[in-house]
């Protein structure tokens, strides 16, 4: 098993950039697909990126794409999401979660994902 630990939410004026991070223990971080989804407040949970186990390859929900990027550093055992231009709609409680899969994929879908962090809070003001 691995475990997932988020860290690099909080408060943000519109237009602002932060960095979460997802700190990973257990197994080899490199054998598994990373994502990050967010929920907000009387929303389903939707998909926001993924990128491979290698980080050769990444995939970007449209919402975000331009303004997010998701990296990985294995030796370090941490994923990232750096984002960009922040916007209100933005706001939500961000998680990562990891799955293994095989070498060049990743998923979309939150039910193909095994391993989840607790999520951590991104508030952007107007």
């Known amino acids: 098993q691995v475990q997932l630990v988020e860290s690099g939410g909080g408060l943000v004026q519109a237009g602002g950039s932060l960095r979460l991070s997802c700190a990973a223990s257990?197994?080899?971080?490199?054998?598994?697909?990373m994502g990050w989804f967010r929920q907000a407040p009387g929303k389903e949970r939707e998909f926001v990126a993924a990128?491979?186990?290698?980080?050769?390859?990444?995939y970007y929900a449209d919402s975000v794409k331009g303004r997010f990027t998701i990296s990985r550093d294995n030796a370090k055992n941490t994923g990232y999401l750096q984002m960009n231009r922040l916007k209100p709609e933005d706001t939500a409680v961000y998680y990562c979660?990891?799955?293994?899969?095989?070498?060049?994929?990743?998923?979309?879908?939150?039910?193909?994902?095994?391993?989840w962090g607790q999520g951590t809070q991104v508030t952007v003001s107007s």
């Open positions: 990128i491979t186990r290698s980080g050769s390859r990444v």
């Open positions: 257990g197994r080899t971080f490199g054998n598994y697909a």
């Open positions: 979660a990891a799955s293994e899969i095989s070498s060049g994929y990743y998923y979309t879908a939150d039910y193909d994902y095994n391993y």
